[in-house]
């Protein structure tokens, strides 16, 4: 059987499957977010999860398996958060900015997101790429959109949207993760104008 | 003794022993670039640097301090490689697209940086924090000097310098360690124009 086929046969059937597989995430969450891949195990992960560590294999085939699935579930809990806010915005523009504040209020409440992702870098690299290039790629196709609207500068690329991704990462890093005692509003207000207008002097 | 003083201590005091040193160094950034922190071995950086085991601890105390010392080193190498760059640039704006052109040159010649200097935010966050905080300090201090000349709009502050700096952490690791198939002048011209003028619609 491939590694797929044994993974999809986990998928739960029952919505009580469903909910035990759902907190073993949330709980693998806490566990990798305070001890690290290295130092967290699955028994940690169990009982946190307040479950038996024979529903943990009934889910996930090893320690490897759920942190992939928990960087995967995290990065679509970020999109999930802030697609249906920037769907809210008034303009090509505002939605960057909606965007980069939604994404602050997420790292704000959800602090263990950076200390997760960031170790896939050396966990599982193919689910580190994943999230970044799948952001990238939405907020591409955003930008072309708006280009498209005459809301941004005809020419937007791929440049464009990795950049602005990098931005949002490090202010939610700084600005969210690190020291959260400046508004959210301000922050994004600030990053918003460089992005529309930029820092040049203004001719 | 202190932890401070003992290290201090182990400072090289010949040309000899900054050598050897130095070739420590190198053989770290080799061997935790190519297997990670965890992975990697004192024994794996003597047998690269070519020395014998008593010499490494001539000059580091254990596997944690040369990490240290590595992730400080090679964030120094860094900031010599982009500043006398930087110095040589136009005007303020310009002096952002040289910063960014010369990391992008910097990472396609040392692709292990992101590997180490990452992995720092698992294994000494102080070293990870004090990276991106002096990085982002030297930006904001040239953004001020930039503004003060008329560059840049007056009110630049520590918010655009984490999120240039953002940008270019992303935009090294995309267009300098994964696929560095495109002109990193290329990529600086995109981004710099970004920075300069932003991509809002020009009125």
Same mark, same amino acid.
Not at 13 to 37: C, H, I, M, P
């Given at each position: ?26 709980? *693998? $969450?806490?566990?990798? /977010? ?6 967290? #195990?699955?028994?940690? =992960?169990? &009982?946190? *999860? $307040?479950?038996?560590? /024979? ?6 085939? #090893?320690?490897?398996? =759920?942190? &992939? ?13 802030? #697609? ?120």
């Amino acid at each position: 059987m491939s590694e797929e086929a044994a993974r999809e046969d986990k998928t739960p059937r029952t919505a009580r499957g469903a909910r035990t597989r759902r907190a073993l995430l949330s709980a *693998a $969450g806490q566990e990798f /977010g305070e001890k690290g891949f290295h130092e967290g #195990s699955i028994s940690g =992960i169990t &009982r946190r *999860a $307040g479950c038996a560590l /024979g529903s943990f294999y009934t889910y996930f085939d #090893s320690k490897d398996d =759920i942190f &992939r699935a928990l960087v995967n579930d995290m990065s679509g809990q970020v999109r999930d958060y802030v #697609s249906p806010r920037i769907a809210q915005a008034r303009d090509g523009i505002d939605a960057e900015r909606v965007g980069l504040l939604s994404f602050l209020e997420f790292a704000r409440t959800h602090k263990e997101i950076y200390r997760i992702i960031d170790e896939a870098e050396f966990v599982d690299q193919a689910a580190y790429r994943a999230h970044y290039e799948n952001t990238a790629s939405r907020m591409a196709a955003r930008l072309t959109k708006a280009a498209e609207k005459g809301d941004v500068r005809p020419d937007v690329e791929e440049v464009h949207a990795w950049a602005i991704m990098g931005m949002n990462v490090f202010l939610g890093l700084r600005y969210g993760v690190w020291d959260d005692s400046r508004p959210a509003e301000d922050i994004a207000a600030i990053a918003n104008a460089l992005v529309e207008k930029g820092i040049g002097r203004q001719s």
